[in-house]
Antibody
C-alpha cells in the first residue's frame, strides 16, 4: 500500500526549533517529488515548497522561502520540514503529499499524509 | 504568487449539478494543463479528485469532471450526493511552484 505517514502533533514555544517528518512506503521514494502544504486553522491550503528526493532540488513558494527548510533522507524514504525559530503564526496543520512528474504519473498530489498539527504558544 | 480565485461557496440539491470555477493567470492555469482538484472533508486530509485538467484517478466517481478554458478551470459535480458536501480546492503548476485556489465550500441542500 502506498502511504505517507507523518510524525505526531507538536506543541512548542515561540523561538524554539522543530522538525517534522513524512515517511513514505509502498513506492520508490526517489521517483516522485514530495510537497509540503500548510493549512492554518479555518483557512485554505497553501503550497509551501517541494523536494525531489533524487537530487534534493527544493523550490519554495516565495511566501515561505527563508522561513522553513525542506529536506529528505532517501536512505530511509523520509522527507522533513523544519523551522529554526517558530512563531505563533506557524500554528497550523501541515501536510506532505506525493507529487508525480514523470511520464505515466499523474502530475498532481495523489497521496497525502495524515497531517501534523503544530501549535506554537507561550 | 497569488492564490487562484474560487467562489467561497456553491450549493445544490441532491441529484443536481454544481460547477466551481478557478480563475488564474497566463502564468499558471493558462500556461499549463496541470490543473488539479482536491476534496477535503472536515478534519481530513485532502483527496485528489481531478488531475491534468480533466483526468480522474481510479476510484473517483465519473460524476466529477474537469475542464479548462483560457485562464479559468472548472470542476463540475453532477448528480450531487450528500457525501459530496466538502471543501474543494483547485491547484495549478506555475513553473517550479504550485499554487492553490482559495477554496469553495459545497453544500448539499
Amino acid at each position: 500500500e502506498v502511504q505517507l505517514v507523518q510524525s505526531g502533533a507538536e506543541v512548542k514555544k515561540p523561538g524554539e526549533s522543530l522538525r517534522i517528518s513524512c515517511q513514505a512506503s509502498g513506492y520508490s521514494f526517489t521517483s516522485y517529488w514530495i510537497s509540503w502544504v500548510r493549512q492554518m486553522p479555518g483557512k485554505g491550503l497553501e503550497w509551501m515548497g517541494r523536494i525531489d528526493p533524487s537530487d534534493s532540488y527544493t523550490p519554495y513558494s516565495p511566501s515561505f522561502q527563508g522561513h522553513v527548510t525542506i529536506s529528505a533522507d532517501k536512505s530511509i524514504s523520509t522527507a522533513y520540514l523544519q523551522w529554526s525559530s517558530l512563531k505563533a503564526s506557524d500554528t497550523a496543520m501541515y501536510y506532505c503529499a506525493r507529487l508525480g512528474y514523470r511520464y505515466g504519473q499523474p502530475f498532481a498530489m495523489d497521496v497525502w499524509g495524515q497531517g501534523t498539527t503544530v501549535t506554537v504558544s507561550s | 504568487q497569488s492564490a487562484l480565485t474560487q467562489p467561497p461557496s456553491a450549493s445544490g440539491s441532491p441529484g443536481q449539478s454544481v460547477t466551481i470555477s478557478c480563475s488564474g493567470t497566463s502564468s499558471d492555469v493558462g500556461a499549463y494543463d496541470y490543473v488539479s482538484w482536491y476534496q477535503q472533508h472536515p478534519g481530513k486530509a485532502p483527496k485528489l479528485m481531478i488531475y491534468e485538467v480533466s483526468k480522474r484517478p481510479s476510484g473517483v466517481p465519473d460524476r466529477f469532471s474537469g475542464s479548462k478554458s483560457g485562464n479559468t478551470a472548472s470542476l463540475t459535480v453532477s448528480g450531487l450526493q450528500a457525501e459530496d458536501e466538502a471543501d474543494y480546492y483547485c491547484s495549478s503548476y506555475a513553473g517550479s511552484n504550485e499554487v492553490f485556489g482559495t477554496g469553495t465550500k459545497v453544500t448539499v441542500l
